[in-house]
């Protein structure tokens, strides 16, 4: 099994940044990250391939948002610039076994951490 901790989330003012983290256990995955505010289903944020070569991203956070990795430390980021009160939400790290299709849909990951709180106030 995998374990995915998520951190790096916080208040902040709305054009402000920030950049979470998740921790992963285990080899290496398709990671994705994934939000869902109160009331709301879950949405797609960004993925990033195993070894960080392809990268996508929903339309609402594209030339905003950064998804990357470091695999020595076993860890993906999303570095979010220019957030809007929208983008309030808890964030989730996903991990997906099956590589090589870049995948929006929440059902086709595996594992989930437990989330991160990110709120962005006008």
């Known amino acids: 099994q995998v374990q995915l901790v998520e951190s790096g989330g916080g208040l902040v003012q709305a054009g402000g940044s920030l950049r979470l983290s998740c921790a992963a256990s285990g080899r290496t995955y398709t990671m994705g990250w994934f939000r869902q505010a109160p009331g709301k289903e879950r949405e797609f944020v960004a993925g990033i391939s195993d070894f960080g070569t392809s990268t996508w991203y929903a339309d609402s956070v594209k030339g905003r948002f950064t998804i990357s990795r470091d695999n020595a430390k076993n860890t993906v980021y999303l570095q979010m610039n220019s957030l809007k009160p929208e983008d309030t939400s808890v964030y989730y790290c996903?991990?997906?076994?099956?590589?090589?299709?870049?995948?929006?849909?929440?059902?086709?990951?595996?594992?989930w951490g437990q989330g991160t709180q990110v709120t962005v106030s006008s």
């Open positions: 996903a991990a997906r076994k099956s590589m090589g299709v870049q995948s929006r849909d929440s059902n086709m990951y595996d594992y």
